[in-house]
Each structure stands twice: as C-alpha cells, then as structure tokens.
C-alpha cells in the first residue's frame, strides 16, 4: 500500500506529473525543433510540422511575431530543465514543489494567453481551426492548466505560511 506522501494519494501532483512527462516530448520533438541543425534533426519531425500548420494554421510555426522566439528560448532554457526536475521531485514530495510550480505556472499562464490572444486575432483560421477542436482547444487547455495549477499553489503556500505565522489562510478550503 503506497505512504500517505505517494504520488499515488496526491492527485493534483499526479496530474502535474503526468503532464511533465507528456510536456518533454512535446517539446524535444515539435515545439524546441527550430533550434535543431538539420543535418540531424529527423524527417518525420518536418513532416509532423507540415501537417500541423496545414490542420491547423498556426503562424507560430511558419510566420510569428518577433516576440515569439522569446517565448520558444524560454521554452528552452526555462521549462526543458524545471520539466526534468519537476517529475522526480514530484514523486519525492519536494517540499519546494509549490513555490517551484507556481513561478512556472505564472509564467506559462502569461505566455500562454498571449498566444491564445494572438491566434484569436488571424482572420485567416477557420472556426474550426480557432474553436475547441482546433489551436483554441490546445492553447485553452494548457491555459486552464497553468491557471489550475497558479491557483492549487497559491493555496497550498497559503496554508504553509498560515500555520507557520498563526494567522488565519486567505483559501480556507481545498481544491
């Protein structure tokens, strides 16, 4: 029967985990490829890029605003790494894990909902491309991810710092 701290008893950490570990591939092999030579960078990649703008007609990946490879650099330097660390020390119950995803969390909501606004903006996507189905869907839920978790760790340090301080949590219940 697995502790109390298992990642198994901590379903929002399950979740978390099993979205790191979904977000690494994600990146090796779409969202970091522009920054592979290509002498070694894989065919299918290109082909899984074609396909994905002509699906879905995200300028990100063929015509981006300038401040997108920002957001690509810090895809690299920034959430390839925390993703690394995130997954063990997930499953160790590190202690540092709230205040860890809730800068990531901030920062993925930030990022995330300026593409969202950005991709509402192109005249040319299809309502299907832009709905629920589409990049609206995509950018949506990892949006609704990075809010959850924005919120889940607020919470948790709340409570920390409540009973360490003797003072009464601003969030009183648990998500």
Not at 55 to 76: H, I, K, V
Not at 159 to 170: E, V
Request: glycine residues 6%; positive net charge.
């Amino acid at each position: 029967m697995a502790g109390e701290d298992s990642i198994w008893n901590r379903k929002k950490d399950l979740v978390y985990l099993v979205f790191f570990m979904t977000h690494i591939p994600v990146m090796l092999a779409f969202d970091l490829t522009s920054y592979y030579p290509v002498a070694v960078k894989p065919g299918w990649m290109t082909d899984v890029r074609t396909w994905y703008i002509a699906t879905f007609g995200d300028r990100f990946f063929y015509n981006a605003p300038a401040w997108f490879s920002t957001f690509t650099l810090l895809e690299l330097v920034y959430h390839l790494p925390f993703s690394f660390w995130a997954i063990p020390a997930l499953i160790r119950n590190d202690p540092r894990i709230p205040l860890a995803l809730l800068v990531f969390a901030l920062e993925t909501s930030i990022t995330t909902i300026t593409c969202l606004a950005e991709m509402l903006s192109w005249d040319e996507l299809t309502p299907l491309q832009r709905g629920v189905q589409g990049l609206g869907g995509m950018y949506g839920a990892y949006l609704a991810v990075g809010v959850f978790m924005a919120v889940d760790c607020y919470a948790r340090l709340d409570r920390i710092l409540s009973k360490q301080k003797g003072i009464t949590p601003i969030t009183k219940k648990k998500l």
